[in-house]
């Protein structure tokens, strides 16, 4: 997925009138936009010096890459997963509908997720090569499972499933 892809997909939903998926889309290439001048501003305060304080900044400008747009759009996706429960605890279920609705936007754009059946064999292949026995060896397990399935599975479901693996 890149920027042009989605400016161009939220082209079509103007066209076709989708409120809700170029509501979604403007957010989303907001949030990129955001990223790319968080990003810039670090790169070039890192880069600046005391000698060059002159520099406008003009030269900061970073693009972000798909890894960068895929950590982005799951970044937003948390974020409705986090409002909707909230939503529903309190009892607002027309919110949480909407941000449900904006979920499943969103989750077209994401990998597809693994099954628990397959982030469950992942752990286990992770913990037998880490030789993990106890929980002080979860960030071991972690470490070597994360780049496996980083994208591809909720952090918080991989995160139990080591846990639950480990307590056995």
């Keep these: 997925m890149n920027k042009q892809k989605l400016r161009e997909e939220l082209k079509q939903s103007m066209l076709a009138?989708?409120?809700l998926k170029t509501s979604v889309l403007r957010m989303l290439l907001s949030a990129i936009n955001y990223y790319e001048i968080q990003k810039g501003t670090v790169l070039w305060q890192k880069a600046s010096s005391p000698a060059s304080e002159a520099q406008t900044g003009e030269d900061n400008h970073y693009e972000a890459n798909e890894t960068d747009?895929?950590?982005v759009i799951q970044s937003q996706a948390k974020q409705r997963k986090d409002s909707i429960s909230e939503f529903e605890k309190a009892a607002r279920f027309e919110l949480a509908d909407k941000e449900k609705k904006e979920?499943?936007?969103l989750s077209t754009y994401l990998p597809k997720q693994m099954s628990e059946k397959e982030v469950?064999?992942?752990v286990d292949e992770a913990v037998s090569q880490t030789g993990a026995l106890t929980m002080?060896?979860?960030?071991k397990v972690m470490?070597?499972?994360m780049p496996k399935v980083k994208g591809k599975a909720?952090?918080?479901l991989v995160s139990n499933l080591v846990k639950q693996a480990?307590?056995?």
């Design 17 to 19: 009138k989708d409120e």
């Design 69 to 71: 747009i895929l950590h």
């Design 103 to 105: 979920l499943e936007i």
């Design 120 to 122: 469950k064999k992942l």
């Design 136 to 139: 002080a060896d979860m960030g």
């Design 143 to 145: 470490g070597a499972l």
């Design 154 to 156: 909720d952090g918080a």
């Design 166 to 168: 480990l307590s056995s």
